[in-house]
């Protein structure tokens, strides 16, 4: 059984299931709503990070340069005029400490108002020339002859290093007219690479353009030198365009001009007129949300492998028991009522294993009665001389017990076969029989079959007895079948010694009645003879005279014949053969042959007969050994000059033939016994009380009853009712209690 | 029944883990530096590299492990030490010097591990790197620009002594970056109007060469051109050019501590310091072809007071204006000083 338990249907993997599915799926919804919200939070912080980031290099990178401003106002302030006027040692000196004080400027010069350089110090340069002149309509001739701080043009050293010039302007002592300034020239990407560094919460990369959108600075410096064009990203499009960062919608992401999808952020840089932008890659700004993932999916893992664990745990803990408890079912299912469950367990399947060992031995008890009850019913079916069967609704017989089987050589012989074929050598099914009519009344009438098996002719009586008739699943029939042939045969022995009983008592007035015929025979042939030695010629001319003698003898000897033919067709022994037998005949023949002896008696019989032929279906000798015995008991019981009547009519019931009498009557006491066999009143050599129980035999051979009504002293009337014939009746059904055949009036 | 030890231990195993991996957030990621010294004197540019890196937020075994590996002044052990450091595939080498660049270039010019140079002289001329823009390879780093300084040296030791006319230039000719830089300083002394002599050093015992030079031609200054065997013997020519009252103009800043009257250049603590920059962005992703070499962003002048007292010059208030003065190392006097 077990192995037909398909394995997502045993109790530990629904366990293992259940608990797999009750912790991955919360885990599953909280990790999907936690990441989803750690995207979010993580989109918004990288933002606002990148923002505060982007601002706080923009206010480094304007304070680098505004300190630088301040460094060279505090010089052109400090010397004013004089810085055109001062010895170029002086000068130099001045220069110089300048570029010590300021590290990011790489060189510096004083120019004049028209831009021609005075004195220029350098950190890397050989300074052989300061004649250089600076156009006026740069930059930086422009704000300082504007008079103000400002930044001149962006350029490339020839390390690659991007330069700009920041300027101030040199007033002459009024403070009021430009009379030069002083020019340094600062390493953009150091202002850029120091800064950067500081920002410690930034993510992603970090560039800066000038007012144009040109890249100053990147922080993957090979963008620089390969001047690549970032004005393709919304964030320095909205730079450009001078969109405050604050409105910039959460999260912004949007194509670089690499191609890739960022969080980008800027901030403008005050005075300068260039902008930081910080962009995060958005596959680098979400490897924590795919860290988490990983981290998630790990933990679903190890939880998943712990759930797992801890459900095989319990499910082995749980299922072990009921899995033990299933196998010691599978063991007392094939017999093993002696197994006992080791199962150690407390609670519930502890107090379940109890009671199923408990049960087990109550099973083994009762198992144990069973089979001694059925060893003592085997006994009893097979010692009780009849054939059992069991027959299903189908009609086949299933089991035969014993005595069935030996009567027919084993069981196999009958077994499978369909009922009555092995008792009636024939596979149609009896009349009555509940099997094939359907009827599930609760007994079929008793049927006989005769049948010849091998050597022996035997007769088997059966009876079907339903068996749980309402349960569609058990229905059935058992047929009790009785080996009837030694009753038959005895019965037979018994007819036939009653028979021979009534011809030894018919013998004298059979000589009687032969002997009326033969007298006269006698006496025919002795007139005869003599009238043919007194008269011969004479007599011989006479020949209708001797003709009608002869006639006479003949007459008679054919009288003696059909009394002698009547005797031995009566004695003859029945060979049980059925046969159409006309009752008023059969009636007239039996009276004939009680004849002598009612004459005797002086007895009037009467007949009065159904006219018409009134047919049955019967043994003819059986009917008249019946009819006989009745009309012999009439003889006897009835004294000389009484009557005998025999009355046949056609009733509701059948043909009713009656035989009564006007002699002694039966005693009360004595009309409950008259039919038991060997039962008489008669004196020793009259009778041999067979009689009326051979009657009662044959007539419920051929389904017919007798009654007797009897008032002693008045007379005796015995009515013997048989079926009419119906054409192919072959079975002879019976009724054995006397009570059915016989009615006492 | 019984459960299986076994089963229990896993049980527990996969619960602990899974609690741990859910409470408790993964370990930084630890990035491995290996470093190549040719010996001690490097130690400096180790120093400040670590010092950069702590300032980019890499702490030592925190979230950064140094494998560190010294030849001990032994040129013989440079290469093997760098074939085993690049075995231990750290996820960055870095080359204290030009020796140990080309070691690592070599060693890595199979599977293009990134290497950082922390300061070399004239990385274009030695075949570093292709250029300073473009690297070209696995090679990037910060070029000290040492041999390129050796003009603007030149005029400095002419604002700290503007009487100088006559410079003897001691080089080493076996290192690339010897005839650039002779080439630059001659184009300098030309414009300053100063006269040059050449004297050639490669080892100790070529010493003796360089004294007869300074007793036969009379000379201001003596000028240092940058190779690391001359950084080798600087104590010992100083000594011997100081003992003829000349004043040295050296390359590094250590060497105004060794007696130089002054050296003008990229300290090796700043060069290391420059270099973890570099570091940084290869340990962020970025391909050392496509990063810059870069070039001093700190150089400085700087005058030892004391050996200008002991040769008993008088300096140039324009060249100590640009000058970090110091006083004390071999001259005598204990202690340094600012400027």
Request: proline content about 4%; aromatic content about 6%; overall charge neutral.
């Amino acid at each position: 059984m077990s192995d037909r338990i398909a394995w997502w249907q045993r109790i530990r993997f629904q366990l293992l299931g259940f608990g797999v599915m009750m912790s991955i799926i919360p885990l599953l919804a909280l990790g999907w709503a936690n990441i989803n919200a750690a995207r979010t939070n993580l989109e918004v912080s990288i933002q606002r990070q990148n923002t505060a980031a982007a601002r706080w290099v923009a206010g480094e990178i304007y304070l680098s340069v505004k300190n630088i401003w301040d460094k060279l106002e505090a010089v052109t302030g400090g010397y004013g005029g004089s810085l055109l006027t001062m010895d170029n040692h002086e000068r130099e000196r001045i220069l110089y400490s300048l570029l010590k004080t300021t590290p990011l400027v790489e060189e510096m010069a004083v120019v004049d108002a028209a831009g021609v350089e005075w004195t220029r110090v350098s950190r890397r340069r050989v300074v052989v020339s300061t004649r250089a002149v600076l156009s006026s309509a740069g930059p930086e001739m422009v704000n300082i002859l504007a008079g103000r701080r400002g930044v001149g043009r962006v350029f490339l050293e020839g390390d690659g290093r991007p330069m700009a010039n920041l300027v101030v302007p040199l007033f002459d002592g009024t403070g009021v007219r430009v009379v030069g300034g002083l020019v340094a020239q600062i390493n953009l990407r150091g202002i850029v690479d120091n800064t950067v560094s500081g920002a410690k919460d930034k993510s992603g990369y970090l560039f800066v353009v000038d007012d144009q959108g040109r890249l100053l600075s990147h922080e993957d410096f090979s963008q620089v030198l390969q001047n690549r064009d970032v004005t393709g990203s919304a964030a320095v499009g909205k730079l450009l365009a001078g969109v405050n960062p604050a409105d910039l919608p959460t999260p912004h992401s949007y194509q670089s001009y690499t191609g890739r999808e960022v969080l980008g952020v800027f901030s403008p840089i005050e005075d300068l007129g260039w902008g930081v932008v910080i962009e995060q890659p958005a596959a680098e700004a979400f490897a924590p949300v795919r860290g988490l993932l990983w981290k998630f999916g790990l933990a679903t893992a190890l939880v998943m492998a712990a759930v797992t664990s801890i459900s095989i745990f319990f499910g082995i803990k749980f299922t072990g028991p009921i899995q033990e408890l299933q196998q010691g079912t599978q063991r007392i299912i094939t017999g093993h009522l002696d197994h006992a469950l080791q199962v150690k367990a407390m609670g519930e399947i502890g107090s379940l294993v109890a009671a199923f060992n408990q049960m087990t031995r109550e099973l083994k008890i009762k198992s144990d009665s069973l089979l001694a009850e059925k060893s003592r019913l085997d006994t009893v079916v097979s010692g009780i001389g009849a054939g059992l069967a069991l027959v299903g609704k189908e009609g086949r017989i299933n089991w035969v017990n014993t005595t069935l089987a030996g009567w027919f050589g084993g069981g196999e012989n009958v077994v499978g076969k369909f009922c009555p074929q092995p008792w009636a050598e024939s596979e149609t099914a009896c009349g009555t029989c509940p099997v094939f009519s359907g009827d599930s009344g609760p007994e079929s009438r008793e049927v006989v079959h005769f049948i010849k098996l091998g050597e022996k002719n035997k007769y088997f009586r059966h009876r079907v007895f339903p068996l749980h008739p309402g349960s569609e699943a058990g229905a059935g029939y058992l047929v009790v079948i009785e080996d009837i042939t030694e009753r038959r045969e005895m019965e037979a022995a018994i007819c036939q010694a009653d028979k021979l009983a009534a011809v030894g008592l018919l013998a004298a007035g059979v000589a009687h009645e032969i002997n009326n015929p033969m007298n006269t025979v006698a006496a025919y042939t002795e007139d005869l003879l003599e009238r043919l030695n007194a008269e011969p010629a004479a007599a011989r001319a006479d020949e209708a005279e001797i003709t009608q003698y002869l006639g006479i003898i003949r007459q008679q000897v054919n009288r003696c014949t059909k009394i002698t033919r009547n005797l031995v067709s009566f004695a003859r022994q029945s060979k049980g053969e059925q046969q159409l037998v006309e009752i008023n005949e059969l009636l007239r023949e039996t009276a004939a042959l009680i004849h002598f002896q009612a004459k005797s008696k002086q007895l009037n019989i009467t007949q009065r007969l159904e006219p018409g032929s009134l047919w049955v279906m019967a043994d003819r000798g059986e009917l008249q050994q019946v009819f006989l015995n009745l009309l012999q008991n009439a003889v006897d019981a009835t004294g000389a000059g009484g009557e005998i009547r025999i009355n046949t009519c056609l009733g509701d019931q059948g043909i009713d033939v009656a035989v009564a009498d006007t002699g002694c009557g039966i005693p009360e006491e004595h009309q409950n016994l008259i039919f038991d066999p060997f039962f008489t009143t008669k004196p020793v050599g009259k009778g041999t009380g067979l009689g009326l129980s051979v009657c009662y035999g044959i007539l419920a051979k051929l389904g017919g009853r007798i009654r007797v009504q009897s008032r002693e002293g008045e007379g005796t009337v015995f009515t013997v009712t048989l079926p009419p014939a119906k054409k192919d009746t072959k079975e002879v059904p019976t009724h054995e209690h006397p009570s059915q055949l016989v009615d006492r009036g | 029944m019984k459960l299986p030890g076994p089963l229990v231990l896993l049980m527990l195993l996969a619960l602990a883990i899974a609690g741990c991996s859910v409470g408790v957030g993964a370990p930084p990621i630890q990035k491995t530096v290996g470093v190549l010294l040719s010996g001690d004197a490097r130690l400096a540019k180790l120093t400040g590299l670590k010092q950069g890196l702590e300032d980019l937020g890499y702490f030592e075994n925190k979230n950064i492990r140094y494998i560190i590996k010294s030849a001990g002044d032994d040129q013989t052990l440079i290469r093997p030490l760098a074939e085993e450091l690049a075995r231990e595939r750290p996820d960055v080498l870095v080359a204290t010097g030009h020796v140990e660049a080309q070691a690592l270039k070599q060693v890595t010019a199979a599977d293009k591990m990134p290497v950082v140079f922390a300061g070399v002289a004239s990385s274009v001329e030695q075949g570093l790197v292709e250029s300073l823009q473009r690297p070209g390879s696995n090679l990037t780093g910060v070029d000290n620009y040492h041999a390129e300084l050796s003009g603007k040296r030149l005029e400095l030791l002419q604002k700290l002594l503007p009487g100088v006319r006559r410079v003897l230039v001691i080089y080493d000719p076996s290192v690339p970056p010897a005839f650039p830089g002779l080439r630059i300083v001659e184009s300098a002394a030309l414009h300053l109007g100063i006269r040059l002599d050449r004297v050639p050093v490669t080892s100790r015992e070529e010493l003796q060469r360089l004294t007869s030079r300074l007793d036969s031609h009379a000379a201001d200054a003596v000028l240092l051109m940058p190779s690391f065997r001359l950084e080798a013997l600087v104590g010992e020519i100083v000594a011997v050019i100081k003992s003829r009252g000349v004043p040295v103009m050296g390359v590094n800043e250590h060497e105004t501590e060794l007696g130089c009257l002054a050296a003008y250049g990229v300290s090796f603590t700043n060069q290391g310091r420059q270099a973890a920059r570099l570091v940084d962005k290869i340990l962020n992703g970025q391909k050392p072809e496509h990063i810059p070499v870069e070039t001093p962003e700190n150089i400085a002048l700087v005058v030892n007071l004391d050996a200008a007292r002991e040769l008993g010059l008088s300096l140039s208030p324009v060249g100590l204006s640009f000058a970090r003065v110091i006083t004390g190392g071999q001259t005598g006097k204990g202690g340094a000083a600012g400027e």
